[in-house]
Structure formats: structure tokens, C-alpha cells
């Protein structure tokens, strides 16, 4: 079965950190751009951080550089999000994907041609 699954998501107050996987079944992550992006109640899904295929290339959102740090590790078919410093706008449910190339609309990235999507981890912000 062809899928990518998040874990790590969970509640944590703010200031503290949370490592976000996703992992690939059926395929192969090494030839695609993979990233991560939130959707928080109410509100739009939008680009955290993309990576490229070769991992030479990253993009974040304004709002979380300095903060968040994005890996792949293909031998283990798999990629992370480190986040520190979390603050209650982070808020949200987080996804991986993973596809052909990244643009970036806003100075947030889009994954383009996506070939999968994962299901989402929860991440909450609260005191």
C-alpha cells in the first residue's frame, strides 16, 4: 500500500519542542520533493517547510524560520520536523507530501504533481 504516515504530534506548552516524522510505504521518498504543512481550525492549509529530492534545498515560512528545521533521511525512507520554541500559533494538523518539484506561492512552499498525501498529527499549542 502506497502511503506516507505522520507521527510525533501531541500537546505541548509553549516554549517546549516536538519532532514530527512522516514515513513512506510502498515507494521510495528519495526521488521526490516531500514537505510539511498545517492546517489550523478555520483556516486554510498552508506550507511549514519543503525539502528537495537531494536535500540541498529548503524552504520555510516566514513564520517558523529560526525555529523549525526539516530532514530527510532516505535510508530510512523517511523525513522530520524538528520544532522548537512552539508558540499557540502553531497550532494544527500537520501533513507530509510528497511529489514531483516545490514552488512557493507567498513565500510559502507548494509541493507540485503531489503524489501523496498523509493522513495528519495533531500538534497543540497550550498552557
Known amino acids: 500500500q502506497l502511503q506516507l504516515v505522520e507521527s510525533g504530534g501531541g500537546l505541548v506548552q509553549p516554549g517546549g519542542s516536538l519532532r514530527l516524522s512522516c514515513a513512506a510505504s510502498g515507494f521510495t521518498l528519495d526521488a521526490y520533493a516531500i514537505g510539511w504543512f498545517r492546517q489550523a481550525p478555520g483556516k486554510e492549509r498552508e506550507g511549514v517547510s519543503c525539502i528537495s529530492s537531494s536535500g540541498g534545498s529548503t524552504n520555510y515560512a516566514d513564520s517558523v524560520k529560526g525555529r523549525f528545521t526539516i530532514s530527510r533521511d532516505n535510508a530510512k525512507n523517511t523525513l522530520y520536523l524538528q520544532m522548537n520554541s512552539l508558540k499557540p500559533e502553531d497550532t494544527g494538523v500537520y501533513f507530509c507530501?510528497?511529489?514531483?518539484?516545490?514552488?512557493?506561492?507567498?513565500?510559502?512552499?507548494?509541493?507540485?504533481?503531489?503524489?501523496?498525501w498523509g493522513q495528519g498529527t495533531q500538534v497543540t499549542v497550550s498552557s
Open positions: 507530501a510528497a511529489g514531483l518539484g516545490i514552488t512557493t506561492v507567498q513565500s510559502m512552499c507548494v509541493i507540485q504533481n503531489v503524489y501523496r
